[in-house]
């Protein structure tokens, strides 16, 4: 509907041009929104004001002309007012809300889908955690978000691509080999401090334990160095096999892994800092290298190569995104956790330099979850090496509350995930609500068959027998399912979907204890099954959209 009346808008406005009622002029986008008050119509504009200082005129003389030259030719308005200072107010006839029940009978699972994309290439970069420790449910918010993304962008005619990034050269690589390194040694009865700056979790233990296992004391007899090589080269891929496995249990999965080491290859990190260089965007202070990141904003110079001439993380970060720009995406999105936040204008800086828009880069911050046990905060796990990490929230609630608690609010967001809550089989759990919704449908379809009944489609029922409010609060509802899902793709918010979700499941529960379904006569049974059946088919696209099964049966 926000379609329709946003095309009647734009038909009405070049009529006013056409005569002479307007300036010709670019139309700014016209937005149709639902208004705050019931009061107001099902759906307003303020067009008026955006036309208003490229006019020079007064936006309600403007909404005024745009409404005396709106051609209704499908019948959809009851009437159009003119609020405040120009709004334009739509009501639509209830014989026409029905109406937009044939596109979901017609277009089924891929109600909700849009070309809006236009077939552009998108890489959505996510999780990208360090293989030095198993996922932690810091990661798994954001392995979730960038997943939903990526479904979404799909959904709506983008070419996506799933990437992770491996950050496998450093020091926080060569500190894991380390870490395993003297706890091998411990279990020969090498008696030694175990250092401090090493990663003390329990699974470094369980690493070194692997290697003895299969190549005995013989890394005892290596040079440091060497063993340090051997012990960093297994714990990366060990852990990286963990990290693939428990993020297919997550339902999460991607077409790349991308090796930080590919950037050092044929040293194209030093090849490209010095094309940097001749552009005039790095220069040198003594040994050190410095990107000029204020000349795009940021509120300082940024050091790229060490004054040991050791290039920093910032310098193969811009290796990596020129990386991604090359390989022909049009758009990039990055996810992050929110401590990287004072990262953002360097990046932005980097692909500047690199020649590419920046409106080219999208990066997206996750914000922390605090987990809780009926509301109480959990301790961390002595386990994980002090913190909880993603099987074990996995194991405890499953993959579908998961996903779905993780995302019911902005990204941005702090996040309270409340492991009782999430396990709960009732209303006050989100994901169940939503899910007995549909299987609550599923189970009237059967029903139905069983008493006789024919599933209808649009041509077999009379809508016009849709006359309470509740019914037409659904029809409403399964009509802004394309609108939300297109919204969520161009804002990158994947929580719309939970929160619109959990809404029409209320209006159906609410629906469905007030009245039968299927009861005496036999026509009206036939046009509130249709409807009905239509609730259940937004609901499963929904779930599928985030990753959560829709059940038949519960």
Known sequence: MKKKLANLLEESINRCIEKGFLKPCTLPPIEVDLPREDSHGDYASNVAMTLASIQRKKPRAIAEDIVASINDRNSMLESIEIAGPGFINFFIRQDFWVTLLKEPDMLKSRFGESSIGGGK???VEFVSANPTGPLHIGHARGAVTGDVIARILEASGYFVSREYYINDAGNQMNLLGRSIYYRYRELFGEEEAFPQDCYQGEYIADLAREIRDRDGNEHLHRKPDDAFAIFTEYGCESLMEGIREDLEAFGVTFDSYFSEKELYRNEGVTRLIEELMDKGFVYREGDTLWFKTTDFGDDKDRVVVRETGEPTYFAADI???KSKFDRGY??????????????????????????RERSALHIILVQLVNLLRDGIPVAMSTRAGEFVTLREVLD??????ARYNFLMRRSNSHLDFDLELAKKQSNENPVYYVQYAHARIASIMRTAMERGFDIPGYDDVDLSLLKLEEEMELVKAIDRFPDVIEGSARSLEPHRIPFYSNDLASSFHSYYNRNRILGDDAEL??????????VGLVLGNALRFLGVTAPERM
């Open 121 to 123: 290439r998108v890489l």
């Open 319 to 321: 290796g990596y995104h």
């Open 330 to 355: 049009d758009m990039v999105i990055d996810i992050w956790g929110a401590d990287h936040h004072g990262y953002i204008p360097r990046i932005y800086a980097g692909i500047q330099a690199i020649g």
């Open 396 to 401: 405890e609630v499953g993959r579908d509350a």
């Open 525 to 534: 049974s036939r046009t509130r099954l249709f409807l009905v059946k239509n």
